[in-house]
């Protein structure tokens, strides 16, 4: 086997990783390369839903993740005015999934967890500090083109995965479109210790508050509680994270005596987007890369995850000879209408939910809210969408 017989993968967040490791722990040799000097801790996603935790249980690292983060076994919808309108039990999907229940850990622990099993492996060469800024291919493999500390350099492998985010490089140089929306107003998203469980009654880990004028986040993480909120007309970003603004608003959450103390804080526009492809020939498009969507429901990261097992698994095939080309066309055809069809619209049906102004409808969606988790039926079946357990069904059928 030459050096140039191992499939490149750009970006080491939680898809480039897992891609990384289930290519890796089925003897195929793997180049990870991250633009950043080290794995980031931000804000970023910290939903693991059901299927991506039997995804990454059946990669071996998911009782690292259990110790790391907190079991939810269920989520609430709320509303400032009515208090709880449903609490989603995820004890129904028992006989849907072996993790009945999300986990509430920031991504980037996932991240150093597979990149410590990637290290152990001799198939493996990651680096950092290496930015993709090109690609090109032929029929016989593809060529990455990255800049590194030693200066600019030229990667050889059979396939390329871009998992270099929203702004990947890769798709942009090999021309494929992003259409999509931009959302007009910036998101803030906060963390605090204040334990905002004795203030709410009953409060879930994870809580959707909804207000025709100020809807807001809840998810707990491991010993901080993060609040996602939307800005208001003529704010910036810099504008959003001053410690004025920061206060006011999370005192209009909660109001307090004194000042919130906070950890993180940050605040970012928000995209509905899906790449025109997710495969250009020998290079593939996944996660942030292929698709970006808002954070409600948190449907980003665990589709990503997604991508990267779904493609990973016909990569094998590929090179293991079971099966030809052919295959790794379904890659676009199973992931993509997901993210078309499902993920994009549901995220924006969240949103539009939860800031929805005419009282008749605001009503008339939390009977049918109500109605629904009093019905086990319709209750599984809701929890089986938004867990992301049908679309993986569905993607299945396609063949």
């Not at 790794?328 to 209408?337: E, I, M, N």
């Amino acid at each position: 086997m030459s050096d140039n017989d191992r499939v490149l993968i750009a970006g080491a967040g939680p898809v480039g990783c897992s891609a990384a490791l289930y290519l890796a722990q089925r003897g195929i040799p793997v180049t990870l390369v991250e633009a950043a000097a080290t794995l980031p801790e931000d804000l970023r996603a910290s939903t693991f839903h059901p299927p991506t935790l039997d995804m990454l249980d059946d990669l071996g690292v998911v009782d690292q993740l259990l110790e790391q983060g907190i079991v939810c076994p269920e989520w609430q919808y709320r509303d400032t005015r009515e208090g709880v309108i449903a609490n989603w039990d995820l004890g129904v999907l028992k006989d849907d999934t072996r993790h009945p229940y999300r986990i509430q850990c920031e991504q980037y622990k996932l991240t150093r967890i597979i990149i410590a099993e990637l290290a152990k492996m001799d198939n493996v060469d990651v680096r950092f500090r290496v930015r993709a800024t090109g690609t090109s291919q032929d029929e016989h493999g593809v060529t990455l083109s990255v800049e590194g500390p030693e200066g600019p350099e030229d990667l050889k492998g059979k396939y390329l995965i871009a998992a270099d985010g929203a702004s990947s490089v890769i798709r942009i140089t090999q021309g494929i479109e992003f259409p999509g929306l931009t959302f007009p107003e910036l998101w803030l998203c906060t963390s605090t210790e204040f334990k905002f469980e004795d203030h709410f009654e009953d409060l879930a880990p994870i809580a959707y508050i909804a207000d025709p004028d100020f809807w807001f986040v809840f998810v707990r993480v491991p010993g901080l509680w993060r609040l996602l909120l939307p800005s208001r007309v003529g704010e910036t970003a810099e504008s959003l994270v001053t410690d004025e603004t920061v206060q006011e608003r999370m005192h209009q959450v909660c109001p307090k005596t004194g000042d919130y103390d906070t950890f993180h804080r940050t605040a970012y526009s928000v995209h509905q987007r899906v790449a025109e492809t997710y495969r250009k020939g020998r290079v593939f498009l996944a996660g942030d890369a292929a698709h970006i969507n808002n954070p409600l429901g948190g449907m980003g990261m665990n589709g990503g995850i997604h991508d990267a097992v779904n493609l990973s698994k016909k990569l094998v095939k590929v090179w293991n000879g079971e099966a030809d080309d052919r295959v790794l066309d379904l890659y676009d055809a199973q992931r993509r209408p997901i993210a078309v069809d499902y993920v994009q619209k549901t995220t924006i049906r969240n949103k539009q939910m939860l800031e929805e102004t005419d009282p008749d409808a605001r009503k008339a969606k939390h009977d049918e809210m109500r109605a629904m988790v009093a019905d086990p039926a319709k209750a599984r079946e809701y929890l089986l969408q938004s867990s992301m357990i049908t679309t993986l069904s569905e993607a299945e059928k396609i063949g």
